[in-house]
């Protein structure tokens, strides 16, 4: 069993950053795809980024290519979420997960999920 446990988030203004990472216990998260989503009240969850077993393959939603960039770190068992520019829009909270099937894009085709991180950014 693999718990995810999501940090990093915060109140930030239009235009800053944050860095997001995923810790992952009881288990390696190597062997897995992750994903990064998020949902804003009154929304259903929304995919933001996915990334390979060894980092090497990476996809975006397309409102957040150029300004997020996922990463892991399989010796740390971590991923991480950059996000850079960030806009009013991108106010969530923030959740990761392990691809266990289906379509990357789906949240129905992850599981583990973390309790998430706020990510409030003020305009």
């Known amino acids: 069993q693999v718990q995810l446990v999501e940090s990093g988030g915060g109140l930030v203004q239009a235009g800053g950053s944050l860095r997001l990472s995923c810790a992952a216990s009881?288990?390696?998260?190597?062997?897995?795809?992750m994903g990064w989503f998020r949902q804003a009240p009154g929304k259903e969850r929304e995919f933001v980024a996915r990334?390979?077993?060894?980092?090497?393959?990476?996809l975006y939603a397309d409102s957040m290519k150029g300004r997020f960039t996922i990463s892991r770190d399989n010796a740390k068992n971590t991923v991480y979420l950059q996000m850079n520019s960030l806009k009013p829009e991108d106010t969530a909270v923030y959740y990761c997960?392990?691809?266990?099937?289906?379509?990357?894009?789906?949240?129905?085709?992850?599981?583990?999920w973390g309790q998430g991180t706020q990510v409030t950014v003020s305009s």
């Open positions: 997960a392990a691809l266990v099937g289906g379509s990357y894009y789906a949240a129905t085709s992850y599981d583990y």
């Open positions: 990334i390979s077993w060894s980092g090497s393959n990476t």
């Open positions: 009881g288990r390696s998260i190597s062997s897995y795809y």
